[in-house]
Nanobody, 114 residues
Framework: VQLQASGGGLVQAGGSLRLSCAASRSIFGVERMAWYRQVSGHQRELVALITSGGTRNYADSVKGRFTISGDNAKTTVFLQMNSLKREDTGVYLC?????????WGQGTLVTVSS
């Protein structure tokens, strides 16, 4: 199973982007789906996650600006990013966990200019 992320790009500060991630086929037993951010020279950071029960958690830096949503049955996950800031720049990777299995997408680059 492969995860394909899309929706990244170059945007001015204050703008919006919507990231999408879809699995090549539905994954059974999804427990949570998440987006991480990778910046060169820094540890991979959890940005947002959504559990199979609908619980959402966000990094403090994005609360109130980003919204995660998803469809477990279709194994798709989205990240609506509003009021973007320069510090939101990075490669965004989607992640799906189902029991002991973890799946990662290839990442989509988000660049926020001032």
């Amino acid at each position: 199973v492969q995860l394909q992320a899309s929706g990244g790009g170059l945007v001015q500060a204050g703008g919006s982007l919507r990231l999408s991630c879809a699995a090549s086929r539905s994954i059974f037993g999804v427990e949570r789906m998440a987006w991480y951010r990778q910046v060169s020279g820094h540890q991979r950071e959890l940005v947002a996650l959504i559990t199979s029960g609908g619980t959402r958690n966000y990094a403090d830096s994005v609360k109130g600006r980003f919204t995660i949503s998803g469809d477990n049955a279709k194994t798709t996950v989205f990240l609506q990013m509003n009021s973007l800031k320069r510090e939101d720049t990075g490669v965004y990777l989607c992640n799906v966990e189902a029991g002991y299995r973890a799946f990662w997408g290839q990442g989509t680059l988000v660049t926020v200019s001032s």
